[in-house]
């Protein structure tokens, strides 16, 4: 039997009681923890090592938790990222999303509402812990590793992007889409007008082999002005 590896978190806080209580909550519940004290250590940590997701304390020694969410994404780090914020630092909460965090939780929260906010960042950024790698797509069967859905017995063949895009769309059902978000998330990439073209371009193909009628969509809708919509 082979063993699925564990979810990888590491949690940088400054506060040694915070940050054991944590170590120990998510150990508990599976994850594979790493700790950084400072965001000097932090920094190192991330440098030598992949994570699955980040808890991250603004407030932190040597370099803030805002700097070092800036530094990541500047470089290109795809890593899920919540952030930990003291109540009253509102300011530094919207500028930490603004920097690319995925989430943020006030001090003082319970451990059940991180663990649930931590799952809902992990389904929303992996599309795969969600829906898997075989799954129902309105009245289609997809098979991711075979690059194929099924409808009715009939297959249709999908390229590797687009099993993505049913992916991500699986995922977040019954929520608006926008293109800058699809793109970032399936293509990796922020967006540029080349690439809202790209969006568009794909979902027009993906419409012609998975409608029944392209012209009048009822799987993937488009939301003028928003972006795009699965209806679960």
């Not at 923890?33 to 040597?62: H, N, Q, S, W, Y």
């Not at 930990?84 to 059940?112: H, M, R």
Request: aromatic share 6%; with cysteine.
């Amino acid at each position: 039997m082979i063993m699925e590896p564990k979810t990888s978190i590491l949690v940088v806080e400054d506060e040694e009681k915070i940050l054991t209580a944590l170590k120990d909550f998510l150990e508990y519940h599976d994850f594979k923890v790493a700790v950084a004290a400072d965001g000097l250590e932090a920094e190192r940590t991330v440098a030598k090592k992949d994570f699955d997701l980040i808890l991250l304390d603004l407030m932190l020694p040597k370099i803030s938790g805002e700097q070092l969410c800036s530094k990541w994404r500047r470089e290109g780090l795809q890593t899920p990222i919540i952030i930990l914020t003291a109540k009253g630092q509102e300011k530094e909460k919207v500028a930490g999303l603004n920097l690319g965090a995925d989430d943020y939780i006030t001090k003082p929260f319970s451990l059940e509402e991180l663990l649930a906010r931590i799952n809902a960042v992990l389904r929303r950024t992996d599309p795969a812990r969600s829906v898997g790698q075989c799954f129902k797509f309105a009245d289609l069967d997809v098979d991711v590793a075979a690059l194929k859905v099924k409808r009715k017995g009939k297959d249709i063949e999908i390229t590797k992007r687009e099993v993505g895009i049913i992916q991500y769309f699986a995922a977040n059902p019954n929520r608006v889409v926008s293109r800058e978000e699809l793109y970032r998330e399936v293509w990796n990439d922020m967006m540029t007008d080349l690439g809202t073209r790209t969006t568009d371009m794909h979902i027009a193909k993906l419409r012609s082999k998975i409608e029944l009628d392209s012209a009048d969509p009822k799987i993937i809708k488009t939301v003028r002005g928003a972006g795009y919509k699965y209806e679960n």
